[in-house]
Structure formats: structure tokens, C-alpha cells
Nanobody
Framework: QVQLVESGGGLVQPGGSLKLSCAAS??????MSWFRQAPGKEREFVAG????????FYADYAKGRFTISADNAQNASSLQMHNLKPEDTAVYYC????????????????????WGQGTQVTVSS
């Protein structure tokens, strides 16, 4: 069965760092991305990466603070987050697709058929 499992979430102080990981199983993926959803808000795109790490794309708010990477050998992706802010508080979801989704389309939620259950990130204020 195809599964995506996130880990690494938790409570962190403003300005702190967290590294989220997504482990996939059941098949290989060409695109792996991260989305997030804050309480009372719609799910939004965070970052995406190609299978070999050669292509990445980010939401504007994530540029310079978040870094996405892919480990194709282990069928996994990571999201390194620095300088976290209270507004970063959300449930972070891993998403993946067997085909390559560039930044022109890879930020669209409905393009992804495979999702993890999410991991909570809380930045205190």
C-alpha cells in the first residue's frame, strides 16, 4: 500500500528551527511537496522538489527561510525550517505525485493524489 508518513513536528520558540521529514513507501515519486494548514484557514503550498533534487520551487513566504530536499534513494523528502514565526504554526502535510510537477502546476493542491496525515508545528508567541 502506498503511504506517506511525516515526522519532526513539535513546539518551538520564535526564531527557532525544525526539520520535517516525509518517508514514502509503496512506489516511487517524481515530485514531493509540502503544504500546510493553519486553524481556520485553507491549505496552502509551502515547497516542492523533483526526485533528484535538481528542481525546487517555493511559496514566497518560504523563500530564504525554508529549504526542501529529496532523497530519491530512500524515497523521502525533508523540509528544513529556520527563523520560525508564530504565523508558521500549522499542520504540515507531505504530498507526492508519480509525475513531475514543476512550479507552474506543482503548487496546486488538487494535482497530488498521495498525502500524509500531517505533523503539527507550533511556534510559541
Amino acid at each position: 500500500q502506498v503511504q506517506l508518513v511525516e515526522s519532526g513536528g513539535g513546539l518551538v520558540q520564535p526564531g527557532g528551527s525544525l526539520k520535517l521529514s516525509c518517508a514514502a513507501s509503496g512506489r516511487t515519486f517524481a515530485t514531493m511537496s509540502w503544504f500546510r494548514q493553519a486553524p481556520g484557514k485553507e491549505r496552502e503550498f509551502v515547497a516542492g522538489v523533483s526526485w533528484n533534487g535538481g528542481h525546487t520551487f517555493y511559496a514566497d513566504y518560504a523563500k530564504g527561510r525554508f529549504t526542501i530536499s529529496a532523497d530519491n534513494a530512500q524515497n523521502a523528502s525533508s523540509l528544513q525550517m529556520h527563523n520560525l514565526k508564530p504565523e508558521d504554526t500549522a499542520v504540515y502535510y507531505c504530498a507526492a505525485d508519480p509525475t513531475w510537477r514543476s512550479g507552474y502546476i506543482g503548487h496546486i493542491e488538487r494535482m497530488y493524489d498521495y498525502w500524509g496525515q500531517g505533523t503539527q508545528v507550533t511556534v510559541s508567541s
